[in-house]
């Protein structure tokens, strides 16, 4: 029941206000407004991210519309090193130990300015909300699944999206399913003891089949002084509302991946298996190897060669190599260059790039180069 002060209280308190004049009144707002926005400051915080990447490209073969071999290629290239994306992130602190975080990213190109490397979607690459405490991370929207994200730690060239990476043969197989998980929902472990796992489910949408578009994958993953180890699968249905995205991305395949990076000094070896096993398709068995070497704070040097071999057909094999070197102008500016080879056998298509550019290359041998410049911010 109301205190019967109440009433009393709130007329004193409307006298008392009413006799204050407009230019107080408006002071005062001012003053509360600002309070109120330095309490909000103080618990939030938004930042805006990007990166800019952009270079030169030649190759000694490129296929035309019908995957044939058009002659050599000159051009523009966009994202040689990072997909060209920007975004912005955000936290949140709800106390006791409770976080809110948002990210929202999207990808363009720098040669053209429209929409790329997000599936042609505003935001994309990563749209989600997520709450944060001491037992773990639990995330709703579109992001990356625990499975790409265990493919890329371990690999040797810092998941370089052209030349030849983890990330190329990746989308070689399954296009953007499981790299921009639409509808997923994620929960991602502290790390206990050097361990950390972390679970999704994707949901398809579709009215009356739950299996239509559904994905799911765990990861678990070990971290120590000088090794990190990595393990992860994933499965998945086609159909469902992703399936409408312009990269459909709701490939139905199954994957796996095992792999292992270890740090001696300024030198970083990495090795790893993976298989993408397509609905109707290969099942890509995929070993790489590979190493990056700081020279110095500003000099880097890395390598990688990966063997893919179709497990239904061993005609179906390709070989992939890359050799990289970057110089960091300052802690956000870098020039890079870099050469790949690669050579496919039977119905094998492996191309250089997670992208336009070479999304599949010819049968036989195909030399490129690649240097450019990239910004982060």
């Given at each position: 029941?109301r205190?019967?002060?109440?009433?009393?209280?709130?007329?004193?308190?409307?006298?008392?206000?009413?006799?204050i004049?407009?230019?107080?009144?408006?002071?005062?707002?001012?003053?509360?407004?600002l309070?109120?926005?330095?309490?909000?400051?103080?618990?939030?915080?938004?930042?805006l991210?990007?990166?800019?990447?952009?270079?030169?490209?030649?190759?000694?073969?490129?296929?035309n519309?019908?995957?044939?071999?058009?002659?050599?290629?000159?051009?523009?290239?966009d994202?040689?090193?990072?997909?060209?994306?920007?975004?912005?992130?955000?936290?949140?602190?709800?106390?006791?130990?409770?976080?809110?975080?948002?990210?929202?990213?999207?990808g363009?190109?720098?040669?053209?300015?429209?929409?790329?490397?997000?599936?042609?979607?505003?935001?994309?690459?990563?749209?989600?909300?997520?709450?944060?405490?001491?037992?773990?991370?639990?995330?709703?929207?579109?992001?990356y699944?625990?499975?790409?994200?265990?493919?890329?730690?371990?690999?040797?060239?810092?998941?370089?999206?052209?030349?030849?990476?983890?990330?190329?043969?990746y989308?070689?197989?399954?296009?953007?399913?499981?790299?921009?998980?639409?509808?997923?929902?994620?929960?991602?472990s502290?790390?206990?003891?050097?361990?950390?796992?972390?679970?999704?489910?994707?949901?398809?949408?579709?009215?009356?089949?739950?299996?239509?578009?559904?994905?799911?994958?765990?990861?678990?993953?070990?971290?120590?002084?000088?090794?990190?180890?990595?393990a992860?699968?994933?499965?998945?249905?086609?159909?469902?509302?992703?399936?409408?995205?312009?990269?459909?991305?709701?490939?139905?395949?199954?994957?796996?991946?095992?792999?292992?990076?270890?740090?001696?000094?300024?030198?970083?070896?990495?090795?790893?298996?993976?298989?993408?096993?397509?609905?109707?398709?290969?099942?890509?068995?995929?070993?790489?190897?590979?190493?990056?070497?700081?020279?110095?704070?500003?000099?880097?040097?890395?390598?990688?060669?990966?063997?893919?071999?179709?497990?239904?057909?061993?005609a179906?094999?390709?070989?992939?190599?890359?050799?990289?070197?970057?110089?960091?102008?300052?802690?956000?500016?870098?020039?890079?260059?870099?050469?790949?080879?690669?050579?496919?056998?039977?119905?094998?298509?492996?191309?250089?790039?997670?992208?336009?550019?070479?999304?599949?290359?010819?049968?036989?041998?195909?030399?490129?180069?690649?240097?450019?410049?990239?910004?982060?911010?």
């Open positions: 029941m205190n019967k002060n109440t009433n009393n209280t709130e007329t004193i308190i409307v006298l008392k206000l009413n006799r004049n407009r230019t107080h009144c408006s002071q005062a707002l001012v003053a509360l407004a309070l109120y926005a330095a309490q909000s400051h103080a618990q939030s915080n938004v930042s991210y990007g990166v800019l990447d952009a270079g030169l490209l030649y190759a000694s073969h490129y296929p519309a019908h995957g044939a071999n058009a002659g050599p290629l000159y051009a523009f290239n994202s040689g090193v990072s997909a060209s994306s920007f975004g912005m992130q955000g936290i949140e602190d709800l106390g006791g130990g409770m976080k809110l975080k948002f990210k929202l990213e999207s363009f190109s720098t040669g053209t300015g429209a929409l790329a490397n997000s599936n042609k979607n505003e935001f994309g690459r990563q749209a989600y909300v997520a709450l944060e405490n001491g037992y773990g991370t639990v995330a709703a929207g579109l992001q699944s625990p499975f790409l994200l265990s493919v890329i730690s371990t690999d040797p060239r810092g998941n370089s999206y052209f030349f030849g990476s983890s990330e190329t043969l989308v070689d197989n399954v296009a953007v399913t499981g790299m921009f998980n639409s509808n997923a929902i994620t929960y991602t502290p790390k206990v003891g050097g361990f950390s796992g972390s679970a999704m489910m994707a949901l398809g949408g579709e009215a009356g089949d739950f299996a239509a578009g559904r994905q799911y994958a765990v990861r678990l993953s070990y971290d120590a002084a000088f090794v990190h180890l990595d992860a699968m994933y499965n998945g249905d086609s159909g469902g509302t992703a399936a409408s995205t312009p990269v459909p991305s709701t490939v139905a395949f199954a994957g796996r991946t095992l792999g292992a990076k270890f740090y001696l000094g300024s030198l970083a070896l990495g090795v790893a298996y993976s298989l993408y096993k397509v609905a109707g398709g290969f099942s890509s068995q995929v070993y790489g190897t590979g190493l990056s070497y700081d020279v110095n704070s500003f000099w880097n040097l890395n390598a990688g060669t990966w063997y893919t071999r179709n497990g239904n057909n061993s179906d094999h390709s070989i992939l190599a890359a050799v990289g070197t970057s110089y960091s102008l300052s802690k956000r500016t870098a020039l890079y260059a870099q050469v790949g080879f690669v050579n496919n056998h039977g119905k094998m298509t492996t191309g250089f790039i997670a992208g336009p550019a070479l999304p599949h290359e010819v049968a036989g041998s195909t030399t490129a180069v690649n240097i450019g410049i990239r910004h982060r911010f």
